[in-house]
């Protein structure tokens, strides 16, 4: 009954809702969103779907360990029969039972049951590792995808410049220091296209190595991915929701568990084990009244548990082995806690960021170009000071881009830390 129970509300968490079925077949799935991509690594990947048959394997312990050890059925036949006043006796068929001590089958289960939650969150810790890595990968794609496209259009508005400086310098109306300034500022940034764009190879393999594809399928994203319209509603963590959702915790948690149950299981062999019998011996018929009556033997007997040094010593053990995943976990909440201040700085950073360039720098930085153009047109101001601004331009909306996607990253770290992508629905099916 546990066993049943304890499958039915792990399966509940781990299937959640039923996802629409990505074929685990078609390796050439086209993804785009990053929800597909979240949900086809986790249909897919070999090393999340060893830990659920692992989380299974454990699942199936309890019911072992909290039976009773089967009983032994003994059959004997006198070789040198035994000659007794009723007649002699020919065969002997017993039957023994064998009882542990009280509360250690219980105890035995409570160690599997503990363990098997243990491996559930193992299990858990993994996917929501996988759906931090594949969300990380994708959101510095769509970065790169963004700083191309934004590089694209500052070299489409250079080499316009560089068409109108070329002209008026044939006519002796231009400064050819202007023309060879516009043509370095050119040359600069189309060797930056040139980086980000050799930049999205690994990050391309990177991603479908998560989704344990081949490295050069084709990884689209979605344009609108880093167009965060609500950052004020992304928050920061506290350590208490760590401290209740992150896994690798849970899962530390629940091998304490187990190792405190050990240690009361362990104590348990100072106690006897009782084995009760039954022996039935047939005997043969003799030639006296009331001969050939077949005897019933009773039987108990206790293993004496005379050797305390081992079993002070098993105890000594298991307690040993309790205070040791105490004080991995004591480590891992400190590890915790300064990645989750971190995380935390991050997210207030990249947000200010956000507000600074997308309210002030950039809008004043346009209003700047217009005045330098004016200037320059007017002969105000040296065609220097419209590169400078555009140079300020680009370098301002490739940091907002920046700043959007590290917000997303903090979030994701975040989320990770927190558990929360544990809430994702998966496909996995126990056979």
């Known amino acids: 009954m546990k066993r049943t129970l304890t499958r039915i509300v792990a399966t509940a968490i781990l299937l959640l809702i039923p996802l629409p079925s990505i074929a685990a077949e078609n390796k050439n799935t086209i993804l785009s969103t990053l929800d597909e991509y979240i949900h086809y690594a986790l249909e897919n990947s070999a090393s999340l779907k060893g830990a659920f048959e692992s989380y299974a394997a454990a699942s199936y312990r309890s019911p072992q360990v909290t039976t009773l050890p089967d009983p032994k059925l003994t059959y004997g036949y006198f070789l040198s029969s035994v000659e007794t006043r009723v007649g002699p006796q020919q065969h002997k068929l017993g039957i023994a039972q064998s009882f542990p001590w009280f509360g250690t089958l219980s105890l035995r289960g409570d160690v599997a049951n503990a363990e098997a939650k243990a491996e559930l969150n193992r299990f858990l810790a993994l996917k929501n590792k996988l759906a931090f890595q594949i969300t990380k990968t994708y959101s510095e794609l769509a970065y790169v995808d963004a700083a191309i496209g934004i590089t694209k259009e500052t070299i489409q508005l250079l080499q316009s410049w560089e068409n109108i400086l070329q002209e008026r310098f044939r006519t002796s109306a231009g400064s050819h220091s202007d023309l060879i300034r516009t043509q370095v500022e050119l040359g600069k940034r189309e060797d930056k296209l040139l980086e980000l764009e050799d930049l999205r190879t690994p990050l391309k393999a990177s991603l479908n190595s998560l989704l344990s594809r081949e490295p050069t399928l084709i990884t689209p994203i979605k344009q609108s991915f880093l167009s965060i319209h609500s950052v004020n509603s992304i928050q920061a963590v506290s350590f208490k929701n760590v401290l ?11 091998v304490i568990e187990a190792k405190q149950n050990g240690v009361r299981l362990a104590e348990k062999k100072f106690y006897p084990d009782v084995t009760v019998g039954v022996d039935y011996i047939v005997t043969g018929d003799r030639d006296v009244a009331g001969g050939g009556e077949d005897a019933v033997l009773g039987m108990v007997s206790i293993n004496v548990p005379l050797y305390w040094d081992k079993n002070r010593a098993a ?53 700047s170009i217009e005045a330098s153009y004016t200037a320059y047109e007017a002969g105000d101001a040296s065609f220097l000071d419209v590169i400078d601004s555009e140079e300020h331009l680009l370098n301002f909306q490739l940091t907002l881009k920046r700043a959007e996607t590290d917000t997303i990253l903090a979030a994701t770290k975040l989320k990770k830390l927190a558990g929360s992508f544990n809430e994702l629905p998966t496909t996995i099916e126990e056979k």
Not at 354 to 365: A, C, D, G, V
């Open 244 to 254: 209740a959702g992150n896994p690798e915790l849970l899962m530390l948690n629940a």
């Open 315 to 367: 105890v000594s053990e298991a307690k040993a082995r309790q205070k040791s995943f105490e004080q991995m976990k004591k480590e891992r909440e400190f590890q915790l806690r300064s990645e989750l201040s971190r995380a935390n700085y991050e997210l207030r950073n990249s947000k200010r960021k956000i507000s600074l360039y997308k309210n002030t720098l950039i809008p004043k930085t346009q209003e």
